[in-house]
């Protein structure tokens, strides 16, 4: 039996995890990023590179789709040197972009219409588990088109949760996750802020509360970056008021009262505001930690 062919679109920190764990189970891969150093890097690892979506999936059998948004995955499917028009037909295009459920519906549909394949196929985990390919994938298609592409999603998830036969729940099993990582960096940084302000040694603190009932998976993954003060983005503010954004919109839509996801939106807004959409999503601590005039590793009071 040949080998799945596979195409990445997107190498951000998640995208370039699921690549390197295709080309770690010794399947081909194509990765497709707009930064060069990037493509370098991953020709380095022994992967083949593409300038445009439209040339990377002629020979895929699986293409994933690691962009930001609706809006940047209908422009690489469909847009000047789109994949799907250049894909042979019945190519299955993995959506794994966190968006509005009835946009990832949509872009499934279209991408049927023409002839292919579609999985809406939101993904977590953060930059060390797709690096090691232990991702979980929120999945929602065909069961026939899960089986054809198991070995790919076998590479780079642990855990696949296949949560309906036509798309949409996926996204929607997304949307709840992103509420409660986006309220639970709010909270790390509220809890290192204070502890900050009370003359905690936030390494210590951190070491006590990932001991604790208190913890949490983003305390313990961003917790670091705050002890450290260093907010390299492995996930930016900016991807949180996006994601917080579709939670808060669909909450409304389903007339659901959501004052966490609020509360939370808003310093992700400030923090965007402030200029820091760019660094780590837990530079939202700056904000807070600028509001009580307390003191926080290697972040300049103004």
């Not at 000047?80 to 499934?108: H, K, S, W, Y």
Request: net charge negative; proline share 5%.
């Amino acid at each position: 039996m040949a080998k799945l062919k596979t195409a990445v679109i997107g190498l951000g920190s998640m995208g370039w995890g699921a690549a390197i764990s295709l080309l770690r189970a010794k399947l081909p891969t194509v990765g497709v990023d707009i930064r060069p150093e990037v493509l370098a890097k991953f020709e380095a690892e022994g992967g083949t590179t593409s300038p445009s979506p439209a040339e990377a999936v002629k020979n895929a059998d699986i293409v994933f789709i690691f962009v930001v948004n609706a809006a940047q995955t209908e422009a690489v499917l469909f847009g000047e040197n789109g994949a799907v028009a250049a894909a042979r037909p019945n190519t299955i295009f993995a959506l794994c972009a966190t968006m509005q459920p009835n946009d990832a519906i949509e872009l499934c549909e279209r991408i049927t219409d023409a002839g292919m394949r579609a999985l809406d196929l939101p993904v977590s985990g953060g930059a060390a588990k797709a690096l090691s390919g232990e991702m979980t994938l929120m999945a929602a298609g065909d069961p026939v088109d899960f089986e054809r592409v198991a070995p790919a999603l076998d590479a780079i998830a642990t855990k696949i949760f296949r949560l309906g036969d036509t798309p949409g729940m996926g996204s929607q099993v997304k949307m709840i996750n992103q509420l409660l990582a986006g309220v639970h960096i709010a909270a790390t940084a509220e809890a290192m802020t204070l502890g900050a302000a009370a003359g905690i040694d936030l390494k210590t603190l951190y070491d006590v509360i990932t001991s604790c009932a208190g913890t949490s998976w983003m305390f313990e993954n961003r917790g670091p970056h705050i002890v450290n003060g260093d907010y390299t983005p492995h996930s930016a503010v900016d991807i949180f008021v996006k994601d917080l954004g579709i939670v808060a919109s669909e909450a409304e839509a389903l007339g659901c009262t959501t004052p966490l996801t609020a509360t939370s939106l808003a310093l992700f807004k400030e923090a965007s505001a402030a200029g820091l959409g760019r660094e780590d999503d837990a530079a939202v601590a700056k904000i807070l930690a600028a509001k009580g005039g307390v003191s926080l590793p290697n972040v300049r009071q103004n």
